[in-house]
């Protein structure tokens, strides 16, 4: 069994000069094109069938994957279904209940508007960050696409800095440019109308509460983060959810003890980014997964997941 896993975020026709780098609408159905010439596209109930019962069937499978609960997201939602093609849409919960817009998405929009090397002076003035090796290391790891200076940006604000000193950064900087943050965060992510009709197709995942590094929280913190958002997921839908998406998924973000957690709030499988391609589910909570930019026809134009027998669909 070969099963790949790939992870989109934006799905829009806009273009922006740095942090946001969205799929078009063109590129991503020829992206589908080209990956179902090697895999045939499973669903999440399929998956988690096969973990339940144990089965391996043989074969080369892919599961579609988009991150973060976008509004402009029903989009390609939409276009799943008049394909007939399964995916799963990973949605965290703060946004919907308390019309805050993620740290994540600030720091992407602020990064449209001002360059990443401004931003890293400020942030290493202000903050003192001294940034080892072995950061630079981890964040290469983590940010494979970026200059170095957008990969220690990043790195420092997601996993060195504080999440209050992240907040006041990001706040500083996203309430002068884009004004309002409830009026934006009703703009930017999925209404809860939109979250039940993604439910009713069984395509609905979790991505968290607040969108944070759940192995930098003390289990205390980490299993509320995934049991309320959880609680409000099932409770909105009526439906189980049974699959999560762990919110940055790199190895410093999550680890056996994160899957240990959403184990025990009833997930069948669960997804990281560790880059590779699932061949067993021996632990189906740490399930391996790529970035589109990887993916047939991605960016990188790597051929390492291009499988020379193609499957029917």
């Known amino acids: 069994m070969n099963l790949l896993i790939v992870n989109f975020h934006y799905y829009s026709t806009k273009k922006f000069e740095s942090g946001i780098y969205?799929?078009?609408p063109e590129n991503f159905s020829r992206q589908i094109t080209e990956?179902?010439?090697?895999?045939?596209f499973v669903s999440q109930r399929e998956l988690a069938d096969w973990i339940i019962s144990g089965?391996?069937?043989e074969g080369n499978y892919c599961l579609i994957t988009f991150d973060d609960g976008l509004k402009e997201q029903m989009d390609v939602f939409e276009w799943f279904l008049a394909n007939q093609i399964p995916a799963v849409?990973?949605?965290?919960?703060?946004p919907i209940i308390e019309k805050k817009v993620l740290d994540v998405h600030k720091f992407h929009h602020v990064r449209s508007k001002i360059s990443d090397g401004i931003l890293l002076e400020k942030l290493m003035h202000q903050f003192?960050?001294?940034?080892?090796?072995?950061?630079?290391?981890?964040a290469k790891r983590q940010y494979r696409y970026d200059s170095s200076i957008s990969q220690q940006l990043k790195f420092i604000l997601n996993f060195i800095i504080s999440e209050r000193q992240k907040q006041e950064l990001t706040d500083e900087y996203f309430e002068k440019l884009f004004g309002k943050e409830d009026f934006f965060s009703e703009q930017f992510y999925m209404a809860e109308n939109d979250i039940k009709k993604i439910a009713k197709h069984e395509m609905l995942?979790?991505?968290?509460?607040?969108?944070?590094?759940?192995?930098?929280?003390?289990?205390?913190?980490?299993?509320?983060?995934i049991a309320k958002s959880t609680?409000?997921?099932?409770?909105?839908?009526?439906k189980e959810v049974i699959s999560i998406s762990y919110p940055f998924g790199s190895t410093s973000a999550v680890n056996s003890t994160i899957a240990d957690i959403a184990k025990s709030n009833s997930y069948v499988f669960g997804l990281t980014m560790w880059r590779g391609m699932n061949k067993d589910f021996d632990n189906p909570l740490l399930l391996k997964r790529i970035d589109t930019n990887d993916a047939p026809r991605g960016k990188s134009e790597s051929k390492e997941f291009h499988l020379i027998e193609d499957v029917k669909n």
């Not at 990956?35 to 045939?40: E, P, T």
């Not at 090796?133 to 981890?138: F, G, M, Q, R």
């Not at 609680?231 to 009526?238: A, G, S």
């Open 22 to 24: 969205p799929v078009s």
């Open 35 to 40: 990956i179902s010439k090697s895999y045939k």
């Open 55 to 57: 089965a391996h069937p």
């Open 231 to 238: 609680t409000y997921l099932t409770n909105l839908t009526q």
């Open 89 to 94: 849409f990973y949605v965290p919960v703060k």
């Open 128 to 138: 003192d960050i001294d940034f080892t090796e072995e950061n630079a290391v981890d």
């Open 205 to 225: 995942g979790n991505h968290g509460y607040a969108h944070l590094p759940l192995a930098k929280l003390s289990l205390e913190d980490a299993n509320w983060d």
